[in-house]
T-cell receptor, first 108, second 116 residues
Framework: QQPVQSPQAVILREGEDAVINCSSS?????VHWYRQKHGEAPVFLMI?????EQKGHEKISASFNEKKQQSSLYLTASQLSYSGTYFC?????????FGTGTRLTIIP | NAGVMQNPRHLVRRRGQEARLRCSPM?????VYWYRQLPEEGLKFMVY????????ESGMPKERFSAEFPKEGPSILRIQQVVRGDSAAYFC??????????????FGQGTRLTVV
């Protein structure tokens, strides 16, 4: 079953922060986060393997609550280059199932 | 180490023709995944293959679509008798081992199929 992301879309001014949430109805081995720009392939951001694990990537970080089967992606001090659609991907069996996506628009 | 290679990058087919999409995984990767992305939509899982075996094809349409990953050569996604609704971007990803072991899936640049 497809994980659910929220919000569906968000508009930020450059320098503002955002949180994107991903929720699954199934137990998970891991959560992957990707960003995709229009017309391009998804770009891997990070993978979270353990419950409660938090990882960082420049000003983008994420957490994974294994018990709640939820993950959140945190973007701080957003830059114009952060614009795109963010997808979480969950691994509950041997395949990666992508979420519904969150479209992020950064305006100057 | 070259990334996941997909070809062609763009493919135009007339309705009723066959489309063959190729995916060469990264060196040393024996797990391949195919995804379809319709315009303005998310990535939908189609099929998961290991060398010579289909592991999970729960996302494949029942008719006209097939996939293989032979012992030698690239993985092939084949669409027979294409229809306009098949127009989409098809992405391939590969991994060195099962995703349940905590590895990343590496994506190719995709094949954009247009059916006219």
């Amino acid at each position: 079953q497809q994980p659910v992301q929220s919000p569906q879309a968000v508009i930020l001014r450059e320098g503002e922060d955002a949180v994107i949430n991903c929720s699954s109805s199934k137990a998970l081995y891991s959560v992957h986060w990707y960003r995709q720009k229009h017309g391009e392939a998804p770009v891997f951001l990070m993978i979270l393997l353990k419950g409660g694990e938090q990882k960082g990537h420049e000003k983008i970080s994420a957490s994974f609550n294994e018990k709640k089967q939820q993950s959140s992606l945190y973007l701080t001090a957003s830059q114009l280059s952060y614009s795109g659609t963010y997808f979480c991907g969950t691994v509950g069996n041997e395949k990666l199932t992508f979420g519904t996506g969150t479209r992020l628009t950064i305006i100057p | 180490n070259a990334g996941v290679m997909q070809n062609p990058r763009h493919l135009v087919r007339r309705r009723g023709q066959e489309a063959r999409l190729r995916c060469s995984p990264m060196k040393g990767h024996s797990h391949v995944y195919w995804y379809r992305q319709l315009p303005e939509e998310g990535l939908k899982f189609m099929v998961y293959l290991q060398k010579e075996n289909i592991i999970d094809e729960s996302g494949m349409p029942k008719e006209r679509f097939s996939a293989e990953f032979p012992k030698e050569g690239p993985s092939i996604l084949r669409i027979q008798q294409v229809v306009r609704g098949d127009s989409a971007a098809y992405f391939c990803a590969s991994s060195p081992r099962s995703l349940v072991l905590g590895t990343e899936a590496f994506f190719g640049q995709g094949t954009r199929l247009t059916v006219v």
